[in-house]
């Protein structure tokens, strides 16, 4: 097992904002507390508060004409904003490739430069104390069943292009963090039907717990929660004097200074947006909205448009109350929302709980719809939804991390309790029993015809029995093999499927949903003989006990006819020699079944560490 770092670096590169959180791997926490309750998070940009932990995901050239983050008013408005660009790598146009990679490679830098604990060369990267590991959209690509994913495997190459680290520990689905961390902290039964709803900015994601067959991860919405600011400023276009004469003006004085490419109005929309989220996280009655041009545009530009236009703002005490927002402003955009719900209600999703994450979690009246529409179903709401998925990721690191040692040290126990010996010792036991099953009862029949009379001779025992022999494994070689395999599979899963789920209790806080499978192919009975001179020799031995000691003494007369009384002796040792009878396997038979057994272990170790609780990439 490679040596792992210290830290677990966990960042959820989302549409709108971005986050980090990070966990110990070598911390041990109390009993059920893997990870802790309180997740630690890195700071993204210079600082301490919590503002300094997250940054939207927008990049801007600077003076300097290198690209930066997009944090100031003015940002917004330049020609050269780049927001909106995380896809799939295949849907991603050129343009969106370079802005994203500069996103990435500007937040990697700057966790290492504000979070002094992380270590970092470049010119040595491997010496880092931490691994990387992220998130990806949920509704991404479709997994093949051994839990590969073409669209998140180059999502995952894309970001290696992009740092200076040549590994990503992971890439983990969003909803499945996110579900992890509800579970976690919680205590939730896992296997309980839980819907998990992760309200983006661009997007809605809705995933349906548990997984399987019959319920892929569902597909989201493109009604993401950047239609509330978008709709915000639609309103204020349309009512507010300071916003129409602005549309008015400020194009002509665009054009007049050169400065065309400036995109004032995105500057505004983000400008909303900050007093959306300021409003909904303080919970207020009202919206107040206040916006100069100079906020936008800068001072040159706002002094101008002062002097020569008379427009001094483009809001101006613009006040919104929370009921007129929620009804005309947002009307449009809670009507689609509740069709898109209503839309999976009707397919039949059915959950006794329902998780909402994301930033857009936190305007109540979202709450307020799931619970119209899934009438009767708890709703929970995280403290921290911009925080859920790199929490969560740091969360299954950390106990990711302990189940891949402990699931070592089972498979160091399972070699030393099943060792090559003690499974041809097994393995040879069941044959034994099966072969019985179909071997004996026509043994003993006819050793039964013979006492009964039905033939007399030793001889013609002998020939009884060696036509028996001749032909029991080729009319029996599938009855065999099915219940040798059957009771080796039923062995080696009892065994083995219960010290997994010891682990993924321990771990996952739940059982394990990966069932050991025995590969049989290559193992074939019908090649197995009976020898026919073991017979003869238990034939010859009991013959020359009963018939040829004392007064008797001679050699064996096969051909004799035996009276009842000597039937019925020879019968009984007979009897109890066949019943004891065990053999051993041929040499290819017992490497094939060895072969076939620590096959399917390694297999089903291989798939378990591959999984874990969820497919990770």
């Not at 916003?243 to 200074?257: C, D, G, R």
């Not at 891949?404 to 309790?417: D, G, K, Q, V």
Request: aromatic fraction near 12%.
């Amino acid at each position: 097992m490679e040596e792992e770092k210290q830290y677990c670096v966990c960042i959820d590169f989302g549409h709108g904002e971005t986050t980090a959180s990070y966990i110990d791997l070598t911390a041990v926490y109390p009993k059920n507390k893997e990870g802790a309750s309180n997740v630690p998070r890195l700071n993204i940009l210079n600082g301490s508060t919590d503002e300094a932990r997250k940054v939207e995901t927008v990049i801007c050239r600077g003076e300097d004409g290198q690209w930066k983050f997009a944090t100031d008013q003015e940002d917004f408005a330049r020609p050269d904003l780049a927001m909106q660009f995380k896809a799939q790598v295949n849907n991603m146009q050129e343009d969106d490739k370079e802005h994203y990679k500069a996103f990435i490679n500007l937040v990697f830098k700057a966790i290492i430069a504000n979070n002094g604990i992380l270590h970092f060369d470049e010119n040595n990267p491997q010496a880092r104390n931490f691994d990387l590991c992220i998130a990806c959209p949920s509704a991404w690509g479709e997994d093949d069943k051994n839990g590969h994913n073409s669209v998140i495997e180059d999502y995952k190459n894309f970001f290696l292009e992009a740092l200076p680290i040549n590994e990503i520990k992971f890439v983990i689905r969003e909803s499945d963090a996110a579900f992890f961390k509800f579970i976690h902290l919680t205590k939730q039964n896992p296997n309980l039907k839980i819907l998990v709803i992760d309200l983006g900015s661009s997007t809605i994601d809705f995933t349906y717990y548990p997984h399987n067959e019959n319920n892929k991860y569902p597909q989201g919405a493109a009604n993401g929660a950047s239609r509330v600011e978008r709709a915000i400023q639609d309103w204020c276009t349309e009512t507010q004097d300071t916003y129409k004469k602005a549309k008015s003006v400020i194009p002509a004085v665009l054009e007049e200074t050169d400065n065309k490419k400036i995109n004032w109005e995105m500057s505004v929309r983000h400008y909303i947006k900050e007093q959306k989220e300021y409003f909904y996280t303080k919970s207020q009655e009202k919206m107040n909205l206040a916006f100069p041009v100079s906020y936008a545009l800068g001072d040159a530009l706002g002094y101008k448009l002062e002097n020569d236009y008379n427009c001094m703002d483009i809001l101006y005490h613009c006040n919104i109350n929370k009921d007129f927002l929620d009804d005309p402003i947002l009307t449009d955009y809670r009507s689609d929302l509740k069709d898109d719900l209503k839309r999976l209600h009707d397919s039949g999703v059915a959950p006794e709980m329902i998780l909402l994450t994301g930033g857009a979690s936190r305007m109540p009246w979202i709450k307020d719809l799931v619970e119209d529409v899934f009438q009767g179903t708890e709703v929970f709401c995280d403290n921290n939804p911009s925080y859920v998925v790199s929490d969560g990721i740091a969360l299954y690191a950390y106990a990711d991390s302990k189940f891949r040692r402990m699931l070592e040290e089972m498979e160091a126990a399972i070699r030393n309790e099943f060792t090559d010996d003690i499974l041809v010792e097994f393995i040879e036991g069941i044959v034994n029993d099966a072969f019985k099953e179909v071997q004996l009862p026509p043994i003993l029949k006819i050793c039964d015809d013979f006492i009964e009379g039905k033939f007399t001779t030793l001889r013609a025992l002998l020939s009884k029995v060696e036509q028996h022999n001749n032909s029991v494994i080729g009319a029996n070689a599938t009855e065999i093999n099915m219940q040798v395999s059957k009771k080796v599979h039923a062995k080696l899963d009892n065994m083995i499927s219960g010290k997994i789920n010891r682990i993924f209790q321990e771990c996952f806080h739940t059982k394990s949903s990966v069932s050991f499978q025995l590969n049989w192919n290559g193992v074939d009975f019908s090649s197995i003989f009976i020898d026919n001179g073991f017979d003869a020799a238990i034939i010859d031995d009991i013959g020359n006990y009963l018939f040829c000691q004392g007064i008797f003494s001679g050699t064996l007369n096969y051909d004799r006819e035996r009276d009842w009384s000597e039937r019925k002796q020879f019968g009984e040792h007979f009897r109890e020699c066949q019943e004891g009878a065990t053999f051993s396997l041929p040499e290819s038979i017992r490497l094939s079944t060895l072969a076939a057994c620590n096959r399917s272990i390694n297999q089903t170790l291989n798939t378990v560490k591959t999984k874990g609780l969820f497919w990770i990439y």
